[in-house]
């Protein structure tokens, strides 16, 4: 399978506890984007990565989170002290530029639930 | 700023029939770019289609088609003959300069059921 993977693909914590996602992209997809899905709506944009540099952040992303993508492949996403506010899908997406825009194509997700 | 408005919350329709997905974008930019993503169940977004503003010829893959009007800012997705398998949430999405074209702006998205 070459396609985007994210794991876990489910995730249920209780408020206030760390979790981490993990994404792996495309090989050789040197663009990197999380967004976050709430039921009923479509995902928004978080943040994203060109090779391991962060290049931008939404101000969705409070400093309870953090994202990663130490050598321009895998990222993680951390959030601390989870709120129940918190629970969504969080999509990992990743695309290859070489100067111009090409579609993203996203991962399955992993489903966060706080209790 | 850009915005997105998919007004149907959820469509059902009967398989075979032709149903239409309507999509309606708000940007100042002269250039950017349009997509349609399928959502299953599964989650995951599928890519369907990208469509970059100079470019309003229509397109059609299989069934599917869409309608770029730059007139009315819009751009609707149609079905024909739908199959059960094309139960999903759809979603329109905008990339425009002002970001770098990095970012998607999302509609909240059209549900389509599509009973046997």
């Known amino acids: 399978d070459t396609g985007v993977s994210q794991d876990p693909r489910h995730k249920i914590t209780k408020r206030g506890q760390n979790v981490t996602f993990r994404c792996d992209p495309i090989s050789e997809h040197n663009r990197l984007y999380w967004y976050r899905q709430t039921l009923g709506q479509g995902p928004e944009f978080l943040t994203y990565f060109q090779n391991e540099a962060q290049l931008e952040k939404s101000r969705l992303l409070s400093d309870r989170f953090s994202a990663e993508r130490p050598k321009g492949s895998f990222s993680t996403l951390e959030i601390q002290r989870t709120e129940q506010g918190d629970s969504a899908m969080y999509l990992c997406?990743?695309?290859?530029?070489?100067?111009?825009?090409?579609?993203?194509?996203f991962g399955q997700g992993t489903r966060l639930t706080v209790v | 700023a850009q915005k997105v408005t998919q007004a149907q919350t959820e469509i059902s329709v009967v398989e075979k029939e032709d149903v239409t997905l309507d999509c309606v974008y708000e940007?100042?930019?002269?250039?950017?770019?349009l997509f349609w993503y399928k959502q299953p169940p599964s989650g995951e977004l599928v890519f369907l289609i990208r469509r970059n503003s100079f470019d309003e010829q229509n397109e059609i893959s299989g069934r599917y088609s869409w309608n770029f009007q730059k007139s009315t800012s819009s751009f609707n997705f149609t079905i024909t003959a739908s199959q059960v398998v094309d139960s999903a949430v759809y979603f329109c999405?905008?990339?425009?300069?002002?970001?770098?074209?990095?970012?998607?702006?999302f509609g909240t998205g059209t549900r389509l059921l599509v009973s046997p």
């Open positions: 999405a905008l990339s425009a300069p002002n970001t770098g074209f990095q970012k998607l702006v």
């Open positions: 940007t100042r930019d002269t250039t950017y770019y």
């Open positions: 997406a990743s695309s290859l530029y070489r100067g111009l825009h090409t579609e993203a194509f």
